[in-house]
């Protein structure tokens, strides 16, 4: 580890002084120290924002959410009202991690989260994410679990929260806080895609603090969840997975929100799937056939082809948990 | 066993250890409060293969805290005495720090010394080295092999040609690491010419021979202590660099050094259970009758040391058949040193012999279990000695019957809930135990307490409980008043404490001391005139409770207090021995064990979840049932990992391991493990062992793999030649 000042801060104003004169946040820590550990990260300032009053989860007035960006993972997850209007998002966060990352790390930190890739992770390895130009070890290295949709020739590494997944299928906004007061990010362009900078990884400016996350209201009723497939039953980050939420009235879908995680250097709206679905009757063979374009432009690595089978199923197998029938 | 009563051993107890370890009381190594120890972190080479061409360590030794950074440029040459024993295999070890060589990605190439940890790992961060690498060589498909090791009867070409019904099959095993929860660790401190060291290690006295033979001191120079293991697996049977490098750090800076590895450094700085290419060729009359069978067995080994371990016994007397010929070949490979993991050889081979049974199985549209009956040899094929006790028979029965064998269909895909389908399979497991020399002492004293050693090794299966039952009952005493230690060099001379040998061996030991101790006070009770056993045969009086008397008559007696009081003796103390098996050998002496599973693969998604597991154990006698317990899940989770989760992934463009660590390197959690139950079947095995134990840590893990690859398939209809099974094979 790195020699680093750190810093509790108890106001925003403090923390946004501090943010601009190049500190980094922390809260739960869960990623950022782990990754200092391994000198990954080597910031010469911490400042601590766990002290700012962002720990709130509010319904907004035209009955969507409001999560605060310090709201640990297991509250969020636990919240009756997240429990009842978005299942997608307790489902999500339960499934991720464990039962003390979970109470240790914070909403906003889980969406800033940084990507699993061995590579990235390795200071001896070539990463163009950690040390720009350096080269991707990951695109013919070991990549069976990489992604397949989303990447460029610098960089394969998948996002690797599972809230940001349900997040992105809900298209939900992020509030952020900087030096010149506040602004609203949809999800989808708050975390970006690799291209030739796989560095920058969030639509942040410097010192920018995330407040909250807030997820629109949708037309009710509502059925939502999120599906996760992994080797192991517990503690392992996505192979693929799938958050999908329908509003089903009159037995036609009137509005539906999918996306897939595991798969993706960024969370994967799946638009496509979406239009599929609108307008129709559920039914078994219409999953299957909105699924199979889940994994529209898929690029596979050489350990990773199974994936763009186990998306499409992953995505048919939540559709009809959620949709029904079979 | 003793005419003692059996009162402890048998018995249902928790662990004696057990209070001091769930309350952080049990030192570990590195907890050791070592009066001015600082710290070492080692620097490891990122490169698989070549030489350092130079080292910068300005920017470390600029640090705060930092004391010394020792490499290959500044190190003193270590004597490196010749040492055939400490298990190393053949081969020129790995010599810390004495050249500029690099054999594999990950080596020890400079260790920096800090006063503080904290300033020891930034110190190692910023050792730069320059190197000038070549390509590595670490696929095991893509490289020369060493000679093979044969082995044959009769004649398995010809047995093959002729055989009706054959089977060409060839599996691959994936290198597993032994990830116990205590990371590897040492302190050394010299006083004077005297090293001690608390190093993490299954066997004292092997570490303590290595150090005196790479520093080139004499015997007595050389203290090794550790009396708690936080788990081994088979990754604590040697002595690693790691150790010589805090002693040589503690020499060079005068200080004592405590040096832990890191988790990331523990997937190359000790060792692992090597990856296999397996091909099997069997052939088999049309009633599954074997007649032959040929093994070609390809496993890695690093390219400074030879390992080898047991993977050809279970091919040669498993099942009867008359001819077999095997060819195990290491590959050399720019890698650390393997170890022996848990069912060393027995669990690899066992993955391999158990599927293509249950190969055969379904080709001849026979029972898998009816298959191997078919199959049981009245001797050991390949000592033709009788077996000392074989009851596989018995666990085959038990186990279909307790497990509800006759429910499962023959047929693949039969049975579905929902979107899961569900199979059955089952595997035999064979093992062969380990019986070492081994030594022990007790001694009683006059308040009625005893003390025993051996320089044993507690890794997790309860030697200090199981010992101190031993010990309670030859002593007549209760389990309270018996303390039973182990870990130090200085105590009797053990040996590893793995192969499941640690019970016959040490536990002989052990009990011929408590027998010799309790023996010398019942002779001074008959002998005296005031004991109320005087004249007593010695042959009649049993102790129990701490209290001699008649064993027809228990009004008739005293307690050892009384004894000794009044012969003013302070103790009394006995060394006892086990010399070893028999030799030249009478008997085969093997532990068995039948394991059934049942698991779920999810019919789209490919996900294997076990349901079920039960494990049918020829053991011999079982000293501590609650402890077996333990050892019989323990070792079926293990066997569930090799089977669905763990794989050593290697990058073969520079010999990276790209997953040294525990997200990524996945073993089960508690969520993959499901209902297990363990059944031991009565008896004894009196071969070369007064306890009549067998041996049950390493058998327990035997056949699991292979258990659930054949559910898997009876579940899928999919063959699965690979471990670990995962998703992309069942899609």
């Known amino acids: ?326 | 066993m003793s005419p003692q009563p059996q009162a402890a051993v048998g018995a249902p107890l928790s662990r004696v250890d057990g209070r001091l370890k769930v309350t952080g009381n049990a030192q570990y190594a590195a907890e050791f409060d070592v009066d001015g120890a600082v710290h070492a972190v080692i620097v490891d080479a990122s490169i698989g293969r070549g030489r350092i061409t130079g080292i910068d360590t300005g920017a470390a030794e600029a640090q705060p805290g930092v004391l010394r950074v020792i490499h290959h440029g500044n190190a003193p040459k270590l004597p490196y005495r010749d040492n055939a024993g400490s298990n190393n295999p053949p081969g020129r070890r790995q010599r810390v720090f004495q050249d500029d060589r690099v054999l594999f990605h990950g080596q020890p190439v400079a260790v920096v010394v800090a006063t503080t940890l904290e300033a020891a790992q930034h110190g190692a961060s910023l050792v730069k080295v320059e190197y000038d690498a070549v390509q590595p060589s670490t696929d095991l498909h893509d490289a020369e092999r060493d000679k093979p090791t044969k082995y044959a009867r009769g004649d398995a070409e010809a047995g093959l040609r002729d055989a009706p019904v054959r089977l060409d099959v060839t599996y691959e095993l994936a290198r597993n690491h032994h990830n116990p929860m205590e990371p590897h660790a040492t302190i050394a401190r010299w006083d004077g010419d005297k090293l001690t060291v608390w190093d993490k290690t299954q066997w004292v006295v092997g570490t303590h021979d290595e150090l005196a033979a790479v520093f080139d001191l004499p015997a007595e120079a050389v203290r090794v202590i550790n009396p708690f293991v936080g788990g081994g697996f088979g990754s604590g049977l040697r002595c690693w660099p790691h150790s010589v490098v805090a002693a040589l750090a503690a020499r060079e800076t005068k200080r004592p050094v405590k040096l832990v590895l890191s988790r990331k450094q523990m997937y190359f700085g000790t060792g692992f259970r090597p990856s296999y290419e397996y091909r099997l060729r069997l052939g088999s009359d049309g009633r599954g009758r074997l007649t032959a069978a040929i093994h070609d067995i390809d496993a890695e080994t690093s390219s400074y040391e030879t390992f080898t371990e047991a993977v050809m016994g279970a091919g040669q007397m498993t099942y009867s058949m008359p001819n077999v010929r095997q060819a195990y070949r290491t590959v050399p490979l720019d890698v650390n040193t393997p170890i022996w993991m848990r069912g060393p050889g027995f669990a690899s081979a066992s993955f391999v012999i158990e599927s293509a049974m249950d190969e055969l199985a379904h080709k001849l549209g026979v029972d898998p279990i009816e298959l191997r009956r078919r199959n049981e040899p009245n001797e050991d094929e390949s000592s033709n000695l009788p077996f000392s006790t074989r009851r596989l028979r018995e666990c085959y029965t038990v186990g279909a019957r307790e497990f509800g064998w006759q429910r499962r269909s023959a047929r693949p895909r039969s049975r579905r809930e929902g979107d899961w389908l569900i199979g059955l399979g089952m595997a035999a497991g064979v093992y062969d135990p380990g019986r070492y020399p081994a030594q022990a002492r007790a001694r009683l004293d006059a308040d009625g307490t005893a003390v025993v050693e051996a320089a044993t090794s507690d890794m997790g299966p309860g030697t200090y409980t199981s010992q101190t039952q031993v010990a309670a009952d030859a002593l007549g005493l209760t389990m309270r008043t018996v303390t039973f230690r182990l870990g130090d060099s200085l105590y009797p001379q053990t040996g590893p404490h793995g192969g499941s040998s640690t019970m016959a061996s040490v536990g002989t030991a052990v009990h011929d001391a408590c027998n010799q101790v309790r023996r010398q006070a019942i002779k001074l009770a008959v002998e005296d005139r005031e004991s109320p056993l005087y004249g007593v045969k010695a042959d009649d009086v049993v102790v129990r409770g701490g209290r001699l008397h008649m064993k027809d008559n228990p009004a008739r007696g005293e307690t050892y207090r009384t004894l000794l009081a009044r012969n003013d003796r302070t103790h009394l103390e006995a060394g006892g021995s086990y010399t070893g098996p028999p030799s030249p050998a009478r008997h085969s002496y093997h532990a068995y064990n039948a394991t059934f599973a049942e698991v779920a693969v999810d019919a789209t998604l490919g996900l294997v979840r076990v349901r079920r597991m039960l494990g049918v154990y020829d053991a011999g006698r079982i000293i501590s049932p609650k402890l077996a317990d333990s050892q019989a899940i323990g070792g079926i989770v293990g066997g569930i990992g090799t089977a669905l989760l763990e794989h050593t992934a290697t990058d073969h463009r520079d010999g990276r391991i790209v997953n040294a660590n525990l997200a990524d390197y996945l073993v089960p959690v508690n969520a993959d493990v499901p209902d297990v139950r363990a059944i031991y079947l009565d008896g004894e095995d009196n071969d070369g062992n007064a306890l009549g134990v067998k041996g049950l840590g390493e058998v327990v893990q035997v056949g699991v793999a292979a258990a659930i690859g054949n559910a898997v398939f009876n579940a899928t209809g999919r063959r699965v030649r690979e471990l670990p099974i995962t998703a992309e094979a069942l899609l």
């Open chain 1, 1 to 326: 580890m790195h020699p680093f000042t750190y810093t509790r801060v108890s106001d925003t104003r403090e923390a946004l002084a501090a943010g601009r004169r190049g500190g980094r946040y922390i809260a739960g820590g869960t990623t950022l120290v782990d990754l200092m550990r391994e000198t990954v990260e080597r910031p010469e300032a911490l400042v601590d924002i766990s002290g700012l009053p962002l720990g709130e989860i509010t319904v907004t007035e035209r009955g969507g959410l409001r999560i605060g960006a310090l709201v640990t993972m297991s509250e969020a997850a636990a919240h009756r009202k997240v429990r009842t209007l978005f299942p997608v998002v307790s489902e999500a966060l339960e499934l991720s991690a464990s039962a003390q990352l979970r109470n240790m790390a914070t909403i906003g930190g889980n969406i800033m989260q940084r990507t699993r890739c061995t590579y990235f992770r390795d200071v001896t390895a070539d990463c163009n994410k950690r040390e720009p130009g350096s080269g991707c070890a990951a695109l013919h290295g070991v990549n069976r679990t990489h992604a397949i949709l989303g990447t460029s020739d610098a960089c394969v590494a998948t996002h690797p929260s599972d809230a940001a997944v349900a997040f992105a299928a809900l298209e939900a906004q992020v509030r952020l806080l900087g030096p010149d007061g506040e602004r609203q990010v949809p999800f989808a362009d708050f975390l970006l895609r690799p291209g030739s900078t796989p560095d920058r990884e969030q639509a942040l400016r410097k010192g920018e603090l995330i407040t909250a996350v807030e997820v629109p209201a949708l037309p009710r009723p509502l059925k939502s969840g999120y599906l996760k497939v992994r080797d192991r039953q517990s503690y392992e980050f996505a192979l693929t997975s799938a958050a999908v939420a329908l509003h089903v009235r009159g037995g036609v879908i009137r509005e539906a929100r999918v996306a897939a995680g595991g798969v993706g250097t960024v969370p994967w709206k799946l638009p496509a799937v979406e239009r599929h679905l609108v307008g129709e009757r559920p039914s078994d063979s219409l999953w299957t056939a909105a699924a199979a374009k889940a994994a529209e432009g898929a690029r596979p690595l050489q350990h990773n082809r199974f994936k763009v089978e186990l998306l499409e199923r992953t995505v048919a197998r939540q559709l009809r948990i959620v949709g029904g029938t079979k």
